[in-house]
């Protein structure tokens, strides 16, 4: 009886074992994580959540976004988003043509939203539209 227990128990510790390195293994910050490291894109939302921030990284800068909600002509959706860069030093080596991919991606999954940023990237975005 007391090895059958043993057996159950060891069982129960090897199902958790397994259940916890999955759910490591698929946590979407661990992928940001990897993702920010590595200097890849990577968007880490809740789509269904509205009044939950998005981030994504590309390279190697983390980005945050503020989402707003509004009307369409028919539903509602995410119609403003606000972003900004977590840390700006690392901002040195970014272009005009990056931050443009960076909203590409994001009105990928947002279609209907003006997106605006945070100074210093507005400056730049408004000063290269001026030139084009």
């Not at 059958?4 to 128990?9: C, D, G, Y």
């Not at 910050?29 to 990284?57: G, P």
């Not at 009105?107 to 945070?118: L, M, N, Q, S, V």
Request: charged residues 30%; proline residues 2%.
């Amino acid at each position: 009886m007391f090895v059958l227990l043993i057996r159950f128990v060891l069982l129960l510790l090897i199902a958790l074992i397994i259940y916890r390195i999955f759910k490591y293994v698929l946590n979407p910050k661990r992928k940001l994580e990897l993702a920010h490291e590595k200097k890849e894109f990577y968007f880490l939302d809740d789509h269904m959540n509205v009044h939950k921030n998005f981030l994504l990284t590309y390279k190697g800068v983390l980005f945050e976004g503020e989402k707003y909600l509004g009307t369409t002509t028919k539903t509602f959706e995410v119609v403003s988003i606000f972003m900004w860069s977590k840390n700006e030093s690392l901002l040195k080596g970014l272009g005009y043509t990056d931050f443009m991919y960076i909203e590409r991606r994001v009105r990928e999954i947002y279609p209907h939203a003006k997106i605006d940023w945070k100074s210093p990237i507005k400056e730049l975005i408004k000063e290269n539209s001026r030139e084009s």
